[in-house]
């Protein structure tokens, strides 16, 4: 699986996974309340528990495939790796837990440093965890949609949704000029290549244009008059998954608030 | 360079979305204010926002990680506003979240913060002012997409530096974070200058055919004969 067409993956997945029928707006409640939670945690258990979870309801219960969850928690886990490394060993302030004497500084390693960084990891992997489940769940268009009845900005759902759509297009187009530039040699050296990425930027630009134009034509012989309306068939939320939902928060909220004054180190 | 998912503790996430708020809140009203008196204007400008996000997952060589958000971002801002482009980015972070998992929903105001609001704005007003002070078209425009990328790397590190102190303070965390990024991001905001200045030169030579393309948001940037208008 190449990085480039990660966003097929994913999208193809959110469409085909075995919650896709499910109500979006439980779906989204679930995620959002579990990442905030996640994120305010001062404790590392909520983090642990929150990651847990929201794995097994993705690989067992949604059936997504443990190779693209795996491929997708790569390379979060690897830059906050390398970030909590950095926070661990130059970060931090107070109580000192080694000292090393180089030659040209002395190099100390805080508790607090440590302390933070460890927190720091655990918040990233659950917090993740549960972009994760909403990614692969739930449908751009679903979550548009649910955000479109939450009374966020008209123009803003518009214009995402719309550009939801050129994404994949201009993709497309970019994949075959790129592949061209490619075969041309256009990509031996650094600076051919930057020269090719302007190239290829220039235009996609003029592409982008002409596009809109085209599309402007197209929404008008179709009777545009300023409003997009997509059609809006929702399943409805069950009472019981959103009640569960609510117990499952609260139950971290109250180990939260239990396991507060637990140092991590 | 997006901050991750989780990344950022308690309270800052939620201050730089507050912060970010007011400023994406203004643009939408532009935006709303053009898609009403101008409907053409509305598949333009996603078109747009689709156009910063490609450019953004097309990598420049050497460099990993890297990202060329800062290019489309500034031309977007030179083009339809800086005030529009920071709703445009803030979509686009969001499918950046969403179909790449790079970056994340929480730190999605500090993000808009870096690399929609500082960097476009940033690059705008040094457009503006090269513009002003007579430069060469090919001087002003690698000024501006070279340092609105660097801007946006300082804003990240002062961002990650009031979350996370060190012994040193902020200022001494502040360092720490810019020091390492620097050793990445300065060769890299060069090469962003470069691939602006061949992507303006380019469309400068089909600039009669953008100008008539583009009869609701002028293109202001190519050649001197062009007009400075934001938006419209």
């Known amino acids: 699986m190449s990085h480039s067409d990660i966003y097929t993956q994913i999208d193809r997945c959110a469409y085909t996974n075995r919650f896709a029928k499910t109500s979006p707006t439980t779906k989204i409640f679930f995620a959002l309340s579990a990442l905030i939670i996640s994120v305010s945690s001062t404790s590392l258990i909520a983090p642990i528990i929150i990651f847990a979870s929201t794995t097994l309801l993705l690989l067992y219960f949604a059936r997504v495939r443990v190779r693209l969850y795996l491929f997708l928690l790569a390379y979060p886990t690897f830059m906050v790796t390398l970030s909590c490394l950095f926070i661990a060993l130059f970060f931090g302030t107070g109580q000192p837990i080694a000292e090393i004497a180089l030659p040209w500084f002395n190099w100390t390693i805080f508790r607090s440093g440590v302390a933070m960084s460890i927190a720091t990891f655990f918040r990233v992997e659950g917090a993740v965890s549960c972009l994760f489940f909403l990614v692969l769940t739930t449908s751009v268009t679903d979550l548009f949609i649910t955000l479109r009845r939450a009374h966020v900005p008209k123009v803003l759902v518009e214009m995402s949704l719309l550009i939801y759509r050129y994404i994949f297009v201009l993709l497309e187009v970019t994949g075959k000029m790129n592949t061209a530039q490619k075969l041309r040699l256009g990509h031996s050296g650094v600076m051919r290549r930057i020269r090719s990425l302007g190239l290829l930027a220039g235009n996609l630009f003029i592409r982008t244009l002409e596009q809109g134009e085209r599309t402007f034509t197209a929404m008008n012989a179709r009777g545009y008059d300023g409003e997009i309306r997509v059609l809006e068939d929702m399943p409805p939320s069950s009472k019981t998954a959103l009640a569960g939902i609510a117990v499952f928060d609260a139950a971290l909220v109250v180990a939260v608030l239990f396991t507060m004054n637990i140092g991590v180190v | ?232």
Not at chain 2, 95 to 105: E, I, W
Not at chain 2, 193 to 216: C, E, P, R, T, W
């Open chain 2, 1 to 232: 360079m997006h901050i991750m998912e989780g990344f950022l503790p308690s309270p800052w996430w939620e201050i730089w979305f507050a912060i970010t708020i007011p400023i994406v809140a203004y643009g939408i009203y532009r935006l709303t204010k053009i898609t009403k008196s101008h409907p053409e204007a509305k598949p333009l400008l996603a078109l747009m926002g689709a156009f910063i996000f490609v450019l953004s997952a097309l990598k420049l060589p050497s460099v990993t990680g890297s990202c060329s958000h800062p290019t489309g971002a500034g031309l977007a801002a030179v083009v339809v506003g800086p005030g529009i482009t920071s709703v445009l980015s803030l979509i686009v972070l969001v499918f950046q979240a969403l179909l790449l998992a790079h970056g994340g929903l929480t730190t999605l105001g500090a993000n808009t913060f870096s690399m929609g609001i500082v960097g476009p704005f940033a690059a705008y007003a040094i457009w503006i002012a090269a513009k002003k002070a007579r430069l060469p078209t090919s001087v002003g425009v690698f000024l501006a997409a070279t340092l609105g990328d660097l801007l946006t790397y300082v804003t990240t590190s002062a961002q990650l530096a009031v979350a996370f102190p060190s012994n040193g303070g902020i200022m001494g965390s502040f360092l720490n974070f810019g020091g390492i990024f620097a050793v990445t991001q300065i060769p890299l905001a060069i090469g962003e200058g470069i691939l602006a200045v061949i992507l303006f030169d380019f469309l400068a030579k089909y600039k009669g055919k953008l100008l008539d393309s583009l009869k609701v948001i002028k293109l202001p940037t190519v050649g001197a004969t062009g007009r400075q208008e934001e938006g419209q």
